[in-house]
């Protein structure tokens, strides 16, 4: 593996292009036989993404508190780096268009090349989670904390509260319990893991490796960590920063916890922003309640030699995104001559298996553990779009007064999803109003429809990208 | 807010934020080392400049945006700390001067 | 609903249509605006905003004419909608620049400007030809690259998307019944008036007469009712930056701020058709020709970008048409929905009311495109 600098260092023309060094994308590009160019791109300074966030320069110490799953990233690291590739870091990619050329930032400096395959593994995000409040300095993500642990060693002090629902709860406040920060209260807000159809889905997650792993965290914390269970409520409290949490049991009183810091979390969903931006065809998922791109086993999608693979093709965990990319490393491989099909399979068997393994829980995970729609669909003066400050009540309002629009007209009207972020944090909100709203699932509702940059990028960047006569005559005119 | 927990060997590396120096450790994004100095509200909203923090520490939330060396506006949690690196917080994007 | 004979349908609920549709039920007339589909092109949602005269009208006296009317009417139109909505849509009309980056461009402007105010029959208005130097003076931060540039003070520009939502709110206040999802797939005709057969939601709005608004869709609709409407769409690229401090206070006909803070940089022509995906080259040559305009905006961050279609006819200007054989039946369409929505809630609206189009617009009908 050899590191790139900038973007002169990039050729013209790349045989694949990885985007992400989450598991995914660091199992494709250790999958691709060698003998081509691969460049794997890497928005963050080392590999390993959300889950493995740190691996390449945390110490044993660290690497213990966090759990064998996290140094599970070693290897798959130590395997992309024996491999033939590239490792661009601090590299956004912020345009790949359906051809197949990239737009790729380093340094503040932008490049056009082009490349015959591209994987993303652009991974997933934490599922928007807005309550009142939830804008104040102090309130952050589960996901975000857990990074800033493995890559930085820090952990919340003073009163701190976990809230949400999944399995990273757990895991988490186990973590933090490991490095010495207990949190002053975990409020769970699961509330479908007793229905009878979750329970049906049991039987095969009581096979998986899932079960085991979770008991024995969620046992720990518990003994250690006052829970409240059934939290249908949620308010974060301050004026210049977080000062308390409220919260509601049931249909119980609202109760009131001080508090310094709230992190939450309720799941993560595709980080759908590049495929949306690129035309894949787009399936909702209804148990995961997300929408994700259309991929086969390889993890093609509907766009030719544009494959995703990973958490962004689907939620399915690090191993499962590893076992992904492996999928869409020797796919891609086979189609460039450099294996044959029956090679391609023989060595496709085990990461099948994997998969297949680890899909036996997801399905009770992802129910159980299903957000309640009171956190999808926040009250009506909860920040929707935090960019643009538009709340959830104005987009109520909007559809009441203007009509029953999509989200794309009610981008139009208030400006949410116009922001930065571009609709990453707000876009699964507004659409579950809309649905809510008008009677609809969120899969007859639609999302924002997403363009390149998909990323910001700045103008001068912009102002070297390639252009050609037509382009000038387009522009300068008369 | 946050502290430190002794895990890591990492070498010092001292930056300045708001004026102050500060030191943080080599690994750090600049959302990290702000948090670890004790800061938690990083910009005043667009719209309406009310106080926001870092929410995701990933990229995706765009709510960790300050000054790193007089350039606003930069995602603090996708840059590693440097040494020397001037940080200027409580910024907000309207009032930017060009 | 079913059996509800409207006075007026307005196919597309756009600036043209919307203008249209509070205009007609200000005066007391029921109205029903039939909107297309959450993803429809839709130009009203990617103009550039500007509220424009300079430059306007070469080889058609009456456009400049009809633009300026428009243009002087705009304040009053604002405060209106203010007024009934309250909502402040920001209009700024202190006036506007084009500005130029070589002698050829300015020569070009120029010379544009002084032949469509000689054109014979134009309320000619004045402009003034600046150097680079007074171009500086009046924008701070304008660069040194700017070699002169004209000035309007006819000129201005509005929040877009807020006129947009403000004309929508008009229409709910005035009573109008907006109808989203209901694109029209066939218009049938009998003496009473018309029958509209929309998509999507299989239903059937009446009317006794209707307007064709509906842009690019107009091809379509307009040989249902004996007119026709050739219009094509014409993609244009916009840039969009994270908002900041604001330094510029007019318009530039290619770069403007808007007063939440964020720059828009425009403005091309392609001929690509029915492209809305963006083009990286063109954006590439707006992008430099804007820091090369005003450098400071090197270190903006682009947020959006997109192409929006313009409705364009085969001369550029609008098509404003009266069925002889469906009578009731009339056609609007433009690319300056936003310099002209004043004109057609002011003007067009009162004469269709009355049954007829006003004088000003007798040169743009598609006969012109019949050439004997």
């Given amino acids: ?478 | 807010m946050f502290r430190r927990i002794e895990v890591n060997d990492r070498t010092a590396v001292g930056v300045v934020i708001d004026g102050m120096p500060f030191q943080g450790q080599a690994g750090d994004t600049v959302a990290a080392v702000l948090l670890a100095a004790g800061k938690r509200m990083f910009r005043r909203s667009a719209v309406a400049g009310e106080p926001r923090g870092p929410f995701c520490m990933m990229g995706v939330c765009f709510e960790c945006l300050v000054e790193i060396d007089g350039v606003p506006n930069r995602q603090g949690c996708l840059i590693p700390v440097t040494e020397g690196m001037r940080i200027v917080t409580g910024g907000r994007q309207t009032e930017a001067r060009q | ?372």
């Fill in chain 3, 1 to 372: 609903m079913s059996d509800r004979i409207f006075d007026f349908a307005i196919l597309g609920g756009g600036l043209t249509g919307a203008s249209l549709g509070w205009a007609l039920a200000k005066m007391g007339l029921s109205v029903a605006v039939l909107d297309g589909s959450d993803t429809g092109y839709r130009a009203s949602r990617g103009n550039f905003a500007l509220v424009w005269l300079q430059s306007k009208g070469l080889n058609m006296p009456s456009y400049v004419n009809w633009t300026r009317k428009s243009v002087e009417a705009w304040r009053g139109f604002a405060d209106d909608l203010q007024n009934e909505t309250g909502i402040d849509i920001t209009l700024e009309q202190d006036g506007g620049y084009h500005v130029a980056l070589s002698e050829t461009e300015l020569e070009k402007l120029v010379s544009i400007g002084r032949r469509v105010n000689a054109q014979p029959g134009v309320n000619s208005y004045e402009f003034e030809v600046l150097d680079g130097d007074e171009i500086r003076r009046r924008l701070p931060g304008a660069g040194p690259s700017i070699v002169g540039g004209t000035y309007s003070r006819y000129d201005g520009h509005v929040n877009a998307l807020r006129f947009f939502r403000a004309l929508h709110e008009a229409l709910r206040a005035a009573g109008v019944s907006f109808m989203p999802r209901h694109g029209v797939d066939r218009i049938a005709h009998d003496g009473g008036g018309f029958k509209l057969h929309t998509r999507g939601t299989q239903s059937l709005v009446k009317a006794q007469k209707i307007i064709l608004a509906a842009g690019l869709d107009n091809a379509r609709l307009a040989p249902m009712v004996g007119l026709n409407a050739p219009v094509r769409p014409q993609p244009g690229n916009i840039l969009v930056t994270e908002k900041t401090g604001r330094f510029l206070h007019a318009p530039v006909q290619t770069v403007r701020q808007t007063d939440e803070g964020s720059i828009m940089i425009g403005d091309s022509q392609e001929e690509t058709g029915y492209a809305e995906g963006v083009n990286l080259g063109i954006a590439s040559v707006m992008a430099d020709r804007a820091v090369k305009m005003f450098p400071a905006i090197a270190n903006l961050n682009i947020v959006r970008m997109w192409a929006c279609l313009r409705v364009i006819g085969p001369d550029g200007f609008p098509i404003y048409d009266q069925s002889e054989t469906h009578p009731g039946a009339f056609l609007a369409t433009c690319h300056s929905g936003v310099t002209l929505a004043a004109a057609h809630a002011r003007f067009l609206a009162p004469a269709m009311a009355a049954g007829k189009l006003p004088e000003d617009v007798g040169a743009f009908t598609a006969r012109r495109f019949h050439v004997s």
């Fill in chain 1, 1 to 478: 593996m050899r590191t790139v600098g900038n973007v002169d260092e990039l050729p013209n023309e790349i045989d694949v292009a990885i985007i992400g060094a989450g598991p995914a994308g660091l199992a494709a590009a250790a999958a691709v036989r060698p003998g081509r160019t691969v460049v794997l791109f890497d928005e963050n300074p080392e590999p390993g993404g959300q889950i493995y966030r740190g691996i390449t320069s945390s110490t044993p110490l660290l690497q213990e508190m966090l759990g064998p799953d996290y140094r599970r990233g070693k290897e798959l690291v130590a395997d992309f780096a024996a491999a033939d590739v590239a490792y661009a870091p601090r590299a956004t990619v912020w345009m790949v268009s359906a051809d197949r050329e990239l737009a790729v930032s380093i340094a503040g400096r932008s490049r056009l090349v082009t490349a015959r395959h591209v994987i993303l593994a652009t991974g997933a995000l934490e599922r928007p989670f807005p309550i009142p409040g939830w804008t104040l300095p102090g309130v952050m993500t589960c996901g975000g904390l857990q990074g800033t642990l493995k890559n930085a060693g820090l952990v919340p002090d003073g009163n701190f509260v976990i809230a949400g629902t999944g399995p990273l709860l757990w895991l988490l406040a186990y973590q933090l319990m490991a490095a010495g920060a207990k949190p002053k209260a975990i409020l769970d807000t699961t509330q479908t893991m007793f229905r009878a159809e979750v329970l049906k889905s049991a039987a095969p997650f009581l096979a998986s490796p899932y079960l085991r792993k979770g008991r024995m965290l969620m046992r720990e914390v518990r003994k250690a960590v006052p829970v409240i269970s059934g939290v249908t409520e949620l308010v974060a409290h301050g004026t210049s920063g977080l000062e308390a949490i409220s919260y509601r049991k049931g249909r119980g009183e609202m109760q009131r916890i001080e508090a310094d810091s709230l992190f939450l979390h309720q799941g993560v969903i595709p980080n759908v922003n590049m495929a949306n931006a690129l035309g894949c065809e787009m399936i909702w998922d209804e148990t995961q309640l997300c929408w994700k791109p259309k991929t086969d086993a390889w993890g093609r999608t509907s766009i030719a030699d544009i494959s995703i693979v990973g958490d962004g093709a689907g939620i399915g965990g690090a191993e499962v995104a590893a076992a992904s990319g492996a999928m869409a490393g020797l796919d891609v491989s086979g189609r460039l001559g450099l294996i044959s099909d029956g090679e391609r399979d023989r060595l496709a068997a085990a990461h099948r298996d994997q998969i297949n393994l680890y899909g036996k829980g997801r399905r009770f995970l992802d129910m159980a553990f299903q957000p309640h729609p009171s956190f999808l669909l926040p009250a009506d003066e909860t920040l929707a779009c935090r960019c643009e400050e538009v709340t959830a009540g104005q987009i109520r309002a909007t559809l009441r007064d203007l009509g029953d629009v999509g989200p794309n007209q009610v981008k139009s009207y208030l400006r949410c999803g116009m922001g930065p972020c571009q609709g990453r944090m707000c876009g699964p909100t507004v659409a579950a109003i809309i649905a809510a709203e008008r009677g609809l699932s969120p899969e007859q509702v639609g999302y924002f429809r997403l363009r390149f940059p998909i990323k910001p990028t700045t103008v001068a960047e912009i102002a070297t990208m390639p252009f050609e006569e037509k382009d000038l005559r387009a522009v300068v005119r008369g």
